[in-house]
């Protein structure tokens, strides 16, 4: 027998919302619903193998009911619209399943199942409803079973014509009745008032339906529930009517149109990645079409020595290390793809290779690689200084869509519909369970990599070209990647005396503080335990608490800070937690990670994390380090020169980001101030207040200042007023000042959200992209979010592209001056050197000159610089 299965849409919809925590994906859209949805949908396809599916949707508030009872579903409240902006993708969801969908105006879901079902039944069919809706068990007979969702959205409970009988001694018609007595509070249907679940249960056992209950009213038990029963006649009546399901409705559809040939996993993937399905697009891979046999079977060959035979008209190369760390890691292998095949070599038959090695060398030999700058930092371990790279598959990913998260090579190749690669985890394992497989294994994994690597690149090179970002990727992006290899091979000179001194004088100040905390407290415990700080603070000293909830009171970082002045205890408390961060997370974390031989750390600069375009480090982040209090501003003091007689030089870009933006938005009087060399700040305060230079007061400065990088962050009269601890009247007039004195800067930014929306993307001055799905959302604070998204990104993502081109011709510039010095770390819009003292003066005349000069602006670019012993003293 063939078989019909029924969704009713809205239903499961809302389950699904309820049932799941608020998620959204990494483009800010809330998901729950659909992915609920989708996770019943693959549950209910799989168990039940469908030959006709169809999901209903109820297609507006007023249905035929409301004719007959205007207040039908009255009670109940607004959809949320972190639900209703789910709906769309939720249809999109079911067009990518080919799995037909239909709603009737003046009818709801439910009647459309109704009909459909008596349809199906007349001809044949087995149905199955899926619904969250009780209602619709009236439907339950032989031939067709209901579904009710339960707690969580794919755990369902059965309904059939015995399952009814043997729970309420009732037929599946008799549902009617039950509402008709009981009413329905969720649809405002009203039945008899004060007649529950079991009284009404009581009557049809006695009676067996509403009509009949109404006839014989003088024979109910209990005057009361006479009275209500005679009262309430029409409203019983008409609350049964409400209750029934129209299974007579006037579909333009039929049982034909709902025919299932199942979906096409190439249509439902793309729309699995959009939404950050990750799990559910695992689950998909086994149903993908395996590879055709090309892929499936990938020729390769394990050599013990790479030729100039193999090497014929290479096209791509793939080095595996064992860990992201790549500095540490062990080598794995390498493999390269050219004409002639695909050729695996482990780190013997590298060594054993020169005719490999002159090859890496030569810049002549064009190669396509995944991760320049981990292939030049890999490869050096053999002292093989690669060159001749022209694409990078990871960079060229990263610039097309750079909210895409690059987990491993499969993520990558996936997101650009190549899916013949195996993800690291199912090769290597994960965690503790993490081993490299025999070399067979290994040398096939890295096959498919390599051959991935040589046929992305021409279709990635034509979306970039597409995209006019062609540009981006060959003078900015790859060539960077070669300067943050050698910076990274180069690694930072730790002073571990100074380190260790440190940690010593820390451990002594956290001492002190604890012994002040114990005596404010008035006894001895734990500072560390959130529970114990708890009652010291809110039980013991009496001050003002939060809500207390089941594990505690909340001692975090803002409910302390709102606390401040409030009692001494705060203010040692506070200090303590930093310090005691400093301590765990620099001092000793610096100490866990410098290498014993050169006493360096090698961190690793991130060049594909940060949607702006920003790098960001790791293992250590010595871009974090936290410089407001001054015991933070001393860590700088480690790191030192690595030659004897040498300096630390660094340059810092000055208020580049605001210079930006006078550049971008094309403002008059923001321009004047910049090529007039003004103090931005108090000429903004000059400006908004309408007074001299000479009349422009700290407090004035500090407000300017605050608008000013505000303004950048697309900051509201809110925010402002939190900032400067004003009202937000005052804040808003101040915001309103400012565009009166920047017209253009209002403008700009009015017009880049409006383009943001039209395109769905802003860019840089350079052409970097950031899309922004969510600026279109109907959920105000998602849509804010893109807003100021889209305000701050061309801003903060042309900064990150300048002192990118400032880093690379800096690279260019040391070498074509035969300077002994390098670049060691890039931190925010700061370059910081290590130089021989004798060419200090050189660096003073050319970075600057060479930073100042790397992007044409309207407005200069200005760089301030110093050198000193350590990179504390070059500030």
């Known amino acids: 027998m063939n078989k019909l299965v029924l969704i009713d849409g809205n239903s499961i919809a809302n389950r699904a919302f309820y049932a799941l925590p608020l998620l959204s994906n990494d483009k800010g859209v809330y998901t729950n619903a659909v992915y609920g949805f989708a996770m019943m949908l693959m549950n209910v396809l799989e168990r039940e193998q469908p030959d006709h599916v169809l999901v209903a949707f109820d297609a507006g508030k007023t249905t035929f009911r409301h004719s007959q009872y205007k207040e039908y579903k009255g009670g109940r409240q607004k959809t949320p619209s972190e639900l209703s902006e789910q709906f769309p993708f939720i249809r999109e969801l079911l067009d990518a399943y080919s799995i037909p969908r239909y709603e009737l105006v003046n009818y709801e879901a439910d009647d459309i199942i109704g009909t459909l079902t008596k349809e199906a039944e007349?001809?044949?069919?087995?149905?199955?409803?899926?619904?969250?809706?009780?209602?619709?068990?009236?439907?339950?007979?032989?031939?067709?079973?209901?579904?009710?969702?339960?707690?969580?959205?794919?755990?369902?409970?059965?309904?059939?014509?015995?399952?009814?009988?043997e729970k309420y001694d009732l037929t599946p018609e008799q549902i009617i009745d039950m509402k008709g007595l009981m009413g329905d509070s969720s649809d405002n249907i009203p039945g008899i008032p004060g007649v529950g679940e079991k009284t009404a249960l009581k009557l049809l056992h006695q009676f067996g339906t509403v009509e009949e209950v109404l006839a014989n009213a003088d024979q109910i038990?209990?005057?009361?529930?006479?009275?209500?029963?005679?009262?309430?006649?029409?409203?019983?009546?008409?609350?049964?009517?409400?209750?029934?399901?129209?299974?007579?409705?006037?579909?333009?559809?039929?049982?034909?149109?709902?025919?299932?040939?199942?979906?096409?996993?190439?249509?439902?993937?793309?729309l699995l990645k959009e939404l950050g399905f990750a799990t559910l697009l695992k689950n998909l891979q086994g149903d993908v079409a395996e590879p055709d046999k090309a892929l499936e079977n990938i020729p390769f060959e394990i050599v013990p020595e790479i030729t100039d035979a193999h090497l014929e008209d290479t096209m791509a190369l793939y080095v595996e290390l064992d860990n992201d760390n790549y500095h540490t890691a062990p080598f794995i292998g390498i493999a390269v793809h050219s004409k002639k095949g695909v050729y695996f070599a482990n780190e013997e038959a590298v060594k054993q290779?020169?005719?490999?090695?002159?090859?890496?060398?030569?810049?002549?030999?064009?190669?396509?690689?995944?991760?320049?700058?981990?292939?030049?930092?890999?490869?050096?371990?053999?002292?093989?200084?690669?060159?001749?790279?022209?694409?990078?598959?990871?960079?060229?990913?990263?610039?097309?869509?750079?909210?895409?998260?690059?987990?491993?090579?499969?993520?990558?190749?996936?997101?650009h519909d190549y899916d013949a690669v195996n993800t690291d985890e199912s090769i290597y394992g994960k965690g503790a369970k993490r081993a490299i497989p025999a070399e067979e294994i290994v040398a096939e994994h890295l096959a498919r990599k390599?051959?991935?690597?040589?046929?992305?690149?021409?279709?990635?090179?034509?979306?970039?070209?597409?995209?006019?970002?062609?540009?981006l990727f060959e003078d900015l992006e790859l060539p960077l990647s070669k300067v943050l290899a050698?910076?990274?091979?180069?690694?930072?000179?730790?002073?571990?005396?100074?380190?260790?001194?440190?940690?010593?004088?820390?451990?002594?100040?956290?001492?002190?503080?604890?012994?002040?905390?114990?005596?404010?407290?008035?006894?001895?415990?734990?500072?560390?335990?959130p529970k114990q700080l708890g009652v010291i603070l809110f039980e013991n000293l009496g001050l003002p608490a939060e809500k207390k909830t089941k594990t505690g009171y909340s001692t975090s970082a803002d409910v302390l800070e709102k606390l401040s002045g409030a009692h001494p205890i705060i203010e040692s408390i506070l200090m303590y937690r930093q310090l005691g961060k400093l301590q765990s997370t620099y001092i000793e974390g610096l100490l866990k990670v410098t290498h014993q031989d050169t006493q360096k750390v090698y961190t690793r600069f991130n060049q594909t994390l940060a949607q702006t375009g920003r790098l960001s480090s790791v293992d250590p982040n010595l871009q974090n380090i936290p410089i407001r209090l001054e015991e933070g501003r001393k860590i700088r003091q480690v790191f030192v020169p690595s030659e004897p007689g040498w300096k630390i030089f660094s340059a810092d870009y000055s208020q580049v980001e605001l210079r930006v933006l006078a550049h971008i938005s094309g403002d008059e009087n923001l321009q004047y101030a910049f090529q007039h060399d003004y103090d931005i700040h108090t000429k903004t305060a000059m400006d908004v207040f309408h007074v001299e230079q000479e009349e422009v007061d700290s407090l004035m400065r500090r407000q300017a200042k605050a608008v000013n990088f505000g303004i950048v962050y697309g900051i509201s009269d809110y925010g402002l007023s939190q900032n400067l601890g004003i009202t937000r009247k005052d804040a808003r007039d101040f915001i309103d000042r400012y565009f009166a004195s920047y017209p253009a800067v209002k403008e700009y930014m009015e017009e880049i959200v409006r383009s943001a929306k039209e395109k769905g993307y802003v860019e840089t001055i350079l052409h970097r992209r950031r899309y922004i799905p969510e600026i279109t959302s109907r959920n105000f604070n998602v849509r804010g979010f893109a807003e100021r998204t889209a305000m701050n990104t061309p801003i903060q993502g042309s900064a990150a592209d300048i002192i990118k081109k400032a880093m690379i011709l800096m690279s260019d510039r040391l070498i074509e001056e035969k300077l002994e010095a390098r670049l060691l770390l890039q931190v925010h819009d700061e370059l910081i050197f290590e130089a021989p003292e004798a060419e200090i003066a050189k660096l003073e005349e050319i970075v600057p000159d060479v930073m100042e000069n790397a992007v044409k602006l309207a407005v200069p670019l200005k760089v301030d610089s110093a050198f000193g012993d350590t990179w504390y003293d070059a500030k």
């Open 122 to 165: 007349k001809a044949d069919l087995e149905v199955v409803v899926i619904t969250g809706d009780r209602d619709l068990t009236q439907l339950a007979s032989p031939k067709t079973t209901v579904f009710i969702t339960k707690k969580g959205i794919t755990d369902m409970e059965e309904n059939t014509p015995a399952s009814l009988k």
């Open 486 to 529: 050698k910076m990274e091979m180069y690694g930072v000179k730790v002073d571990i005396a100074r380190l260790e001194d440190m940690k010593v004088e820390l451990a002594g100040r956290l001492s002190e503080l604890e012994k002040t905390i114990h005596e404010y407290a008035g006894s001895e415990f734990n500072i560390n335990s």
């Open 450 to 471: 390599v051959t991935a690597v040589a046929e992305l690149e021409k279709k990635m090179r034509t979306e970039l070209e597409n995209n006019e970002q062609l540009a």
């Open 353 to 415: 290779s020169p005719a490999f090695q002159t090859w890496l060398e030569d810049e002549s030999k064009e190669k396509t690689v995944y991760d320049a700058k981990k292939t030049i930092v890999g490869l050096s371990k053999f002292d093989i200084a690669v060159a001749g790279i022209t694409f990078d598959i990871m960079l060229a990913s990263y610039l097309l869509n750079p909210s895409d998260t690059i987990d491993d090579f499969a993520s990558v190749a996936i997101s």
């Open 221 to 270: 038990s209990g005057k009361k529930l006479q009275e209500k029963v005679q009262d309430n006649k029409e409203s019983a009546i008409m609350s049964k009517e409400l209750a029934t399901i129209n299974t007579d409705s006037p579909l333009e559809i039929k049982i034909t149109d709902t025919k299932y040939n199942g979906y096409d996993t190439e249509k439902v993937i793309p």
